[in-house]
């Protein structure tokens, strides 16, 4: 790298090899395009012996972008985890989902549109309003039992977090360099997966010493305050186009996006690049199983401490999945082999997890639990142990497809604007699928029908998204290739600075 008065190690968030990127952000007055933000995003900064990336730089704005989700969405899939939103039943959270999910998977598809005319900050914000005022409806039916109000909640958190999400994935895609979008997949995760673990901490020991069927005010009002902060600490984040990598480079971006160029820009990404459409049954896929695993396995079985408890194993061990993947998907092996490897792996584990979640299944059916006699099993309860491994998989299992779908996605383009409308695409159909399993749950199908319908689509989906993987995951996109779908020029994206030899400093 050209001479800098600052080298900047991120401590925080390094990784080892050669394909590692440099966390410094050239500062203005070096050669090449300059920082179009103030200089102050530039600089990294010291706090004792660790060095933090700067502002402006990817790795600081996706720590952001993962705080954001670990206050929002992790505290609406903790409480979701609890099975029924932490109410003793699960029929008006079944409501309020199919109401979410049904309005996410509207405006998600078309999310793409949004994000890159309102830009990153406001939509991501907007975002995270929908999460409070979601928690705040189940506050409000633990005391009126008015089930309007949730199902209301639901719907406007199905546009929030379709904007939310849609802003969340177009970071994550495009900020990072090529070798580098699998540990970016999986930083993002692990943060973001924290929130689940804190959020299930928060019922767990509000309710360790009891045995009921529903959580407390506190429980509610403790997630309540989480969001609200999640909300406004998107508008600490950088413009996407005041983001610059360690080698100069910018995001590919639109300059000057207007409601008809992002409208249109909408079909073009659909037109160019229509293998796309291969992904979208593992898109459909990969939501549809949290209905299950949620209301049908945790709210089914156990009692709302031991709940809680699988929680918060379920997201810790999101946390683990995501690293194993992310960092396996930036190995030094060519990606085109990489993304062949990928899949494999995913189809293997699909059917291990899968098939001891078959074994679990027969033990038990929704006319036995549903007994009013039926007495939920707890923590103590002698063969705990096999459905709490089983769970923990269930969670390994969620963050390996996750992180895979996202570098699916990622490794076809590096354009923002496409993977904007990419990322919109994945959540509007990931919503659909949730909205039907959530009123199939609703409408109260037997468990195994709901149980094969979601082993057979995750390996049904993976097949037909082989093609697109083994022809059209390359090792690189061209920059050429990916300013044609923008108004900017190479020389206003390039990169601008070579890259220093790794020093073994994690550099």
């Known amino acids: 790298m050209a001479a800098t008065t600052e080298k900047a190690e991120a401590s925080a968030m390094t990784t080892t090899g050669p394909q590692s990127p440099v966390y410094e952000v050239p500062n203005a007055g070096e050669a090449g395009q300059p920082p179009t933000g103030r200089s102050w995003m530039y600089r990294a900064r010291r706090f004792g012996p660790i060095t933090f990336p700067a502002y402006a ?29 932490g109410q003793f039943s699960a029929t008006t ?21 949004f994000a890159n005319r309102m830009g990153i900050k406001l939509t991501l914000s907007l975002g995270g309003v929908g999460y409070f005022i979601y928690i705040a409806s189940y506050l409000s039916y633990n005391h009126n039992q008015n089930a309007g109000f949730p199902i ?30 699998g540990r970016y997949i999986s930083w993002f995760w692990m943060i973001f997966n924290l929130g689940g673990v804190l959020g299930s901490l928060i019922p767990l020991g509000q309710n360790l010493h009891s045995s009921s069927g529903t959580v407390n005010d506190g429980t509610y ?39 008809q160029s992002e409208l249109l820009g909408l079909y073009e990404t659909l037109r160019t690049d229509t293998w796309v459409i291969l992904l ?34 379920y997201w810790t061990s999101q946390i683990i999945g995501a690293y194993v993947f992310g960092y396996a998907l930036d190995s030094k092996v060519r990606r085109s082999i990489r993304a062949k490897g990928a899949w494999v792996a995913l189809f293997v ?47 390994f299992y969620d963050a390996a497809w996750q992180t895979c779908v996202y570098w699916f996605m990622g490794a076809l383009t590096n354009n923002g604007r496409k993977l904007a409308n990419f990322a919109g695409f994945y959540k509007g159909i990931q919503s659909a699928g949730a909205a039907i399993m959530f ?11 709901l149980f094969a319908s979601c082993w057979g689509l995750l390996a049904g989906s993976l097949v037909i998204a082989l093609p697109l993987i083994m022809l059209k995951v390359r090792d690189t996109v061209p920059l050429e290739e990916d300013v044609k779908f923008s108004d900017e020029t190479i020389e206003e994206v390039m990169p601008t600075l070579a890259r220093e030899p790794n020093d073994g400093k994690g550099c």
């Open 93 to 113: 959270s079944n409501n309020s989902n199919v109401a979410l999910y049904s309005t996410f998977s509207v405006v998600g598809f078309f999310a793409g549109t």
């Open 439 to 449: 009123r199939l749950d609703a409408l109260e199908s037997p468990y195994m029908n």
């Open 280 to 313: 979208f049954p593992m898109f459909f896929a990969s939501n549809w199983f949290y209905t299950y695993q949620f209301n049908d396995v945790n709210l089914a079985k156990f009692n709302v401490r031991t709940r809680a408890l699988n929680g918060l194993l």
């Open 349 to 395: 584990i699909t059917m291990a997890v899968w098939g001891g979640g078959y074994a679990w299944q027969e033990q038990y059916t929704r006319a036995e639990v549903s007994a009013e006699d039926y007495v939920k099993m707890d923590w103590t309860t002698s063969g705990y142990a096999g459905p709490m491994f089983l769970y923990m998989f269930y969670g």
């Open 221 to 259: 009002i403790g997630f309540m305050v989480l969001t609200f902060i999640g909300a406004a600490l998107a508008w600490s984040l950088v413009d996407a186009r005041h983001v610059q990598r360690a080698d100069g480079s910018h995001v590919v971006l639109m300059k000057h996006p207007t409601w």
């Open 57 to 85: 730089s990817p790795p600081s704005q996706l720590g952001l972008v993962a705080f954001v989700c670990f206050l929002c969405p992790g505290m609406f899939n903790a409480l979701n985890g609890l099975g029924g939103g």
């Open 152 to 181: 209301f909640a639901g719907a406007l958190l199905g546009v929030c977090a379709g904007l939310l999400w849609c802003a969340q994935g177009a970071i994550m895609m495009s900020y990072p360099p090529e070798a580098s979008k």
